[in-house]
């Protein structure tokens, strides 16, 4: 079955997608969550006049996306986590915690564009985690954990 998305879905493709799924997945869950439409073809023709018209658009927000992506990979993402025995933290450090860091860097960013590698770490260490500015800006970033200083 061919759908056109109307908005990202992980692992099926991003908004103005023509994509194949499974008649099922299409027909009990994208389209009756609103996240799709049925391609038909004047439904293709009406997303390739609108793609047509948000072509100049979507490079402007390349740009944006690649200034902010380089304003970001300057920057030294260190996360202070408390810890147990040895390098082991109490609790986890996840894509929250980058955001929440990147935040107070003047950078905010949707934790769900934020994926760090290995879902939740849970020991000290330098780390990477990809951050998705735009489809067709990610960025890989450093990110280490450290231990927080007990006085």
């Known amino acids: 079955m061919e759908i056109i998305l109307k908005q990202d879905v992980e692992n099926v493709g991003f908004k103005d997608d023509?994509?194949?799924v499974k008649n099922g997945y299409g027909r009990n869950f994208l389209i009756p969550q609103g996240l799709a439409v049925l391609a038909t073809t004047s439904a293709k023709k009406v997303l390739a006049e609108t793609l047509k018209?948000?072509?100049?658009?979507?490079?402007?927000?390349?740009?944006?996306?690649?200034k902010v992506a380089d304003a970001i990979k300057e920057l030294e993402i260190k996360i202070t986590a408390k810890t147990g025995d040895g390098s082991k933290l109490f609790g986890s450090v996840n894509n929250g915690n980058v955001a929440e860091v990147l935040a107070a860097a003047g950078h905010e960013i949707d934790k769900k564009f934020i994926k760090v590698?290995?879902?939740?770490?849970?020991?000290l260490g330098k780390y990477n985690a990809t951050i998705r500015l735009h489809r067709a800006?990610?960025?890989e970033l450093p990110v280490e954990i450290i231990a927080e200083q007990n006085s």
């Open 53 to 66: 018209q948000r072509a100049f658009k979507e490079e402007k927000l390349i740009k944006d996306a690649t």
């Open 137 to 139: 800006v990610i960025i």
């Open 117 to 123: 590698e290995g879902g939740n770490i849970k020991r």
């Open 18 to 20: 023509i994509v194949a």
